[in-house]
């Protein structure tokens, strides 16, 4: 069975840092192309980053977020640092044959994790 699980999400002041995970089970992550989406109450889900043989940010996240990933483990980590408020949304990671901003191409997703930036 095909599963994303993302973690890491909380409540953090402006100006911190949180690490999400994306960890996969039955599938390779290093096969697909691994992208971090967001969505914030009442806006589009938008493209934050991908990860396949290369990495992609949205400019506007260009410094502040790192994607990485651990074959070994299977999974795909998100660095956020100096989070602002506009920052807070659910965010998700989703799995594709390749990295695309248009989140309808990726196939696999997972549930979602908040993340409140809040002082």
């Known amino acids: 069975q095909v599963q994303l699980v993302e973690s890491g999400g909380g409540l953090v002041q402006p100006g911190g840092s949180l690490r999400l995970s994306c960890a996969a089970s039955?599938?390779?992550?290093?096969?697909?192309?691994i992208g971090w989406f967001r969505q914030a109450l009442g806006k589009e889900r938008e493209g934050i980053s991908c990860i396949n043989r290369s990495t992609y940010y949205a400019d506007s996240l260009k410094g502040r977020f790192t994607i990485s990933r651990d074959n070994a483990k299977n999974t795909v980590y998100l660095q956020m640092n100096s989070l602002k408020p506009e920052d807070t949304a659910v965010y998700y990671c989703?799995?594709?044959?390749?990295?695309?901003?248009?989140?309808?191409?990726?196939?696999?997703w997972g549930q979602g994790t908040q993340v409140t930036v809040s002082s």
């Open positions: 989703a799995a594709a044959n390749g990295c695309d901003s248009d989140y309808h191409r990726y196939d696999y």
């Open positions: 039955g599938f390779t992550l290093d096969y697909y192309a």
